[in-house]
């Protein structure tokens, strides 16, 4: 099976403009996460995706957003990008049902430069 | 809220020998699973070992252990027979197994690097 596969891998942007980052989940996987990392804050949960609806959301401005398709595979956006959003961005599926925990799989990640 | 503390930024070990990394974690919850992560400089997260709260027994995969003590919230993990291999970001995360409403993330210790020396 495929991994947790993300793109593009690596971004630059400036401040003020948007950004739209993919994922794509393993096969059969209904449920995707959202994670900021930075050396600073370390990993902090963005959202969480399942069979197109929103779950669960962390405490990040408006300004982030995502979305989920019906083949499992969600968007990111960050809009008005500002210095301080420049981190990697690692989406992780799981085979989640609701009911049980199950395990989460990461991507590579996105790393977003913004200047 | 729950918190997870990883209070050494970085370890080195000799290869072949053991290292033991720490993370402590604070939590009003009685169930709840536990796990160390590990990040390789490629980037890609890979989940090393999980142990699940209401299991007294201590969670093994290979060379990899853990030592949990739920009464003092601690939750560390040994490495055995170090590997070059081994070198990374280790990372310790909480979740609890309530999956109602905002509860289903992980949260994340800010990790700890190790350096494997040949």
């Known amino acids: 099976k495929a991994g947790v596969t993300q793109t593009p891998r690596y971004l630059i942007k400036t401040r003020g403009q948007q950004v739209t980052l993919s994922c794509s989940p393993i096969s059969g996987h209904r449920s995707v996460s959202w994670y900021q990392q930075t050396p600073g804050q370390g990993l902090q949960f963005l959202f969480e995706y399942f069979s197109e609806t929103q779950r669960n959301k962390g405490n990040f401005p408006g300004r982030f957003s995502g979305r989920q398709f019906s083949n499992s595979r969600s968007e990111m956006n960050v809009s008005t990008l500002e210095l301080g959003d420049s981190a990697l961005y690692l989406c992780a599926s799981s085979w989640a049902n609701g009911i049980s925990y199950n395990e989460q799989f990461f991507g590579p990640g996105t790393r977003l430069t913004v200047l | 809220a729950q918190t997870v503390t990883q209070s050494q930024p970085e370890m080195s070990v000799q290869e072949a020998e053991t290292v033991t990394l720490s993370c402590t974690y604070d939590?009003?919850?009685?169930?709840?699973?536990l796990f160390w992560y590990k990040q390789p400089p490629s980037r890609q997260m890979i989940l090393v070992i999980r142990?699940?709260?209401?299991k007294q027994q201590n969670a093994t995969e290979n060379r990899f252990s853990v030592n949990f003590q739920k009464a003092a919230k601690s939750f560390s993990l040994k490495i055995s027979d170090s590997q070059l291999g081994d070198a990374a970001m280790y990372f310790c995360a909480y979740r609890t197994r309530n999956n109602a409403g905002n509860n289903r993330k992980l949260i994340w210790g800010l990790g700890t690097s190790l350096a494997v020396n040949p």
């Open positions: 939590t009003s919850e009685s169930d709840y699973y």
């Open positions: 142990q699940e709260a209401y």
